[in-house]
């Protein structure tokens, strides 16, 4: 019954290829969010989705983007991949109408680019 | 920008002790601050969630304080076990989330 999914969990690439990752709810929130994980442990927001629209978006750059198919789902698609994008990925939900803002977060994807 | 710090970085107990972990951010307009456990390789797991109204959480052996107008938070976790032993993460949420470091702790049998 996983509230949060991610997949692949794992993810080996070339410098240069382009890249997705998959995620999707099944908790009925309204709001989805994409974090980065570095080395170092240290998680930052990248985005969140609100209805479909982009509501936040750090300084990432436009090589990543985020795209929602719908209310339950937030891919992540990153282009020209970068030694400097490796790390772990994690999406992240909540329903932020009611304000109870509880963040509900997957298990994570591993990107390693060579 | 809202800045996020978690003391001590790194904890090392015995089984059996009760301890309090530390958080502090720099804007204290905040809709609420939530502490989650993650381990190793793993995801994040949501331990407690305080509303900005609240000013504290319990959940088992955990309790979760919040003072909204000093910018702190600790979490207590009362008579440890190893299998406590995980990274801690603080998050505070004003429009989008900001996380500390975290504090790594070990509870040795």
């Known amino acids: 019954d996983t509230a949060v999914s991610q997949t692949p969990k794992y993810l080996v690439t070339q410098m240069g290829n382009d890249k997705s990752i998959k995620c999707e709810q099944n908790?009925?929130?309204?709001?989805m969010y994409w974090y980065k994980q570095d080395s170092k442990k240290f998680l930052k927001i990248m985005f969140s989705y609100n209805n479909k629209e982009l509501i936040i978006n750090e300084t990432v750059p436009n090589r990543f983007s985020p795209k929602s198919p719908d209310k339950a789902h937030l891919n992540l698609h990153i282009n020209s991949l970068e030694l400097g994008d490796s790390a772990v990925y994690f999406c992240?939900?909540?329903?932020?109408?009611?304000?109870?803002?509880?963040?509900?977060f997957g298990p994570g994807t591993r990107l390693t680019v060579t | 920008k809202q800045e996020v710090t978690q003391i001590p970085a790194a904890l090392s107990v015995p089984e059996g002790e009760n301890l309090v972990l530390n958080c502090s951010f720099t804007?204290?307009?905040?809709?609420?601050l939530q502490w989650f456990r993650q381990d190793p390789g793993k995801g994040l797991t949501s331990l407690l969630l305080i509303q900005s109204s609240q000013r504290e959480q319990t959940s088992g052996r955990l309790n979760a304080s919040l003072d909204k107008s000093s910018g702190r938070s600790t979490l207590y976790i009362a008579a440890s076990q190893p299998g406590d032993s995980a990274t801690y993460l603080c998050a505070v949420n004003n429009n989008d989330m900001r996380f500390g470091a975290g504090t790594r702790l070990t509870v040795k049998p």
């Open positions: 908790l009925g929130h309204d709001t």
């Open positions: 804007d204290s307009a905040i809709y609420n």
């Open positions: 992240a939900s909540s329903q932020t109408s009611g304000s109870s803002y509880e963040q509900y």
